[in-house]
Structure formats: structure tokens, C-alpha cells
């Protein structure tokens, strides 16, 4: 009974001390501890924004890292590849060089080659059946001056010598009439004349009075009076 006597004794002093200690404090004091307490909240909340600000920078930057370290490996990426084209342009230069040095060789043959197939054909010409003189020895005649020019190709000259060659091929398997000039008996009439591929060549006058055929085996121009319906038909 003593003992729970005590104890309440106890208690009701240390409540009796919580009731009298805020009266004894003065109010400054207490304002003041507020005062403190608010500071010190104010500050944390101010340090708070300060590790917030510091975070969002870290994390801004730790982005373009990442993003830098994305364009390195981009243009790694890309400097390989340049490296791979550049190392292709150097062997397609090889190639080009190889190629032009090449051409200059078969030009240097080609040409002598190109020189003897103009003289065969002009020597050709002059023994042919004597069809369109004028326009197949011009046409040797502008083959050699192509020959001479610096400002055609060695190609362009090739193609030329091998055209002429064609059309010369050509005239064995064609049938044609055209007009010509021929001296005849001392002199220069207008004549028609009927082609038939190198087999035949006759003329015929305006009139159809006079009649040839030309002789290969002669080399000369025949009388062909005798055939003159047949050429006029063939005309």
C-alpha cells in the first residue's frame, strides 16, 4: 500500500513540472526555438532544391554523354566506311590507270591497222565495177582526213573505217538506180544507170538511144545496144 502511494506521489510531480515549465520559460525563448525550427526547415527545403537541381543537371548530362558516346560510335561507324570507300577508289583508280594504259597500247596497234584497211579499200575501189565513183572515193578520202584529226577518238576512227567497209559489203547484195556524168565517144553525157549488186553495171541515155554495159574482165565500157529494152525495163 505504501509502495503505490509513492508512485502515484511521483507522478503527479512529474506532471505538476510539465505544467509549471512552460509557464517559467519566457515566451522569447520559445519564439526563438519556433524561430529555429523554421529556419532549419526553410534551409533543408532550400538544400532539398539544390540536390534536386543537381540531380536533373547530373541526369542532363549523363544524356548527352550517352549521346556522345552514340554519335562516336556513329561516326566510327561511318569513318570505317569512308575507309572502305576510299580503299574501292583506289583500286577503281588502279583499274582506270590499268585500263587507260591499256587503251594507249591498243590504240598505238590499232591505228596501222585502221591506215592499211583505208588503203586495201581505196585499192579496192579503183579495181571494183566503177558504181557511184565520186561518192565511194570521197568517202576514202574523208577516212583519211578523220585519220589525222586529234579531236576524234581512235574509237570514232574505228567505227567510221568499219561503216565504209559495211557499206562497200552492202552494195554485193543490193539493186539500185541513180544519175551520173560518164564520157562517152569524147563526151560528158547524163546517163542513167542500173546497178545490180557487183554482177552488173549498164547505163542507159536520156533518150535511150545509147546502151553500154561495163566489162570487168576488160576494164572497160561495152556497146549494149543490143539489150537496150532490157536496161530501159531495169530502169
Same mark, same amino acid.
Given at each position: 500500500m505504501g509502495i503505490i502511494q509513492s508512485v502515484t506521489q511521483k507522478i503527479m510531480y512529474i506532471g505538476l513540472l510539465l505544467?509549471?515549465?512552460?509557464?517559467?520559460?519566457?515566451?522569447?525563448?520559445?519564439?526563438?526555438?519556433?524561430?529555429?525550427?523554421?529556419?532549419?526547415?526553410?534551409?533543408?527545403q532550400e538544400s532539398q532544391v539544390r540536390v534536386d537541381k543537381v540531380v536533373t543537371q547530373t541526369r542532363s548530362m549523363e544524356d548527352q554523354y550517352r549521346a556522345t558516346l552514340k554519335e562516336i560510335d556513329g561516326l566510327l561507324i561511318y569513318n570505317k566506311?569512308?575507309?572502305?570507300?576510299?580503299? *574501292?577508289?583506289?583500286?577503281?583508280?588502279?583499274?582506270?590507270?590499268?585500263?587507260?594504259? *591499256?587503251?594507249?597500247?591498243?590504240?598505238?596497234?590499232?591505228?596501222?591497222?585502221?591506215?592499211?584497211?583505208?588503203?586495201?579499200?581505196?585499192?579496192?575501189?579503183?579495181?571494183?565495177?566503177?558504181?557511184? *565513183?565520186?561518192?565511194?572515193?570521197n568517202r576514202v578520202k574523208g577516212l583519211k582526213e578523220l585519220m589525222s584529226r586529234q579531236d576524234v577518238t581512235v574509237a570514232e576512227k574505228f567505227r567510221k573505217v568499219?561503216?565504209?567497209?559495211?557499206?562497200? *559489203?552492202?552494195?554485193?547484195?543490193?539493186?539500185?538506180?541513180?544519175?551520173d556524168t560518164l564520157e562517152v565517144d569524147g563526151a560528158f553525157l547524163e546517163l542513167d544507170f542500173l546497178r545490180i549488186g557487183r554482177i552488173a553495171l549498164m547505163y542507159q541515155s536520156v533518150d535511150g538511144k545509147i546502151s553500154g554495159v561495163w566489162n570487168q574482165g576488160t576494164q572497160s565500157w561495152d556497146d549494149a545496144s543490143g539489150q537496150r529494152n532490157q536496161i530501159k525495163l531495169g530502169l
Open positions: 505544467f509549471v515549465i512552460p509557464m517559467i520559460l519566457p515566451a522569447q525563448t520559445l519564439s526563438q526555438i519556433l524561430g529555429t525550427q523554421t529556419e532549419r526547415t526553410l534551409i533543408a566506311l569512308l575507309e572502305l570507300q576510299i580503299e *574501292n577508289q583506289e583500286r577503281v583508280k588502279v583499274d582506270l590507270e590499268q585500263s587507260i594504259a *591499256n587503251v594507249a597500247i591498243v590504240n598505238r596497234q590499232i591505228v596501222p591497222v585502221m591506215t592499211r584497211m583505208i588503203d586495201s579499200l581505196e585499192q579496192f575501189i579503183s579495181l571494183d565495177v566503177p558504181f557511184l *565513183n565520186q561518192e565511194r572515193t568499219t561503216e565504209a567497209y559495211q557499206i562497200e *559489203n552492202d552494195y554485193g547484195r543490193t539493186i539500185e538506180t541513180y544519175k
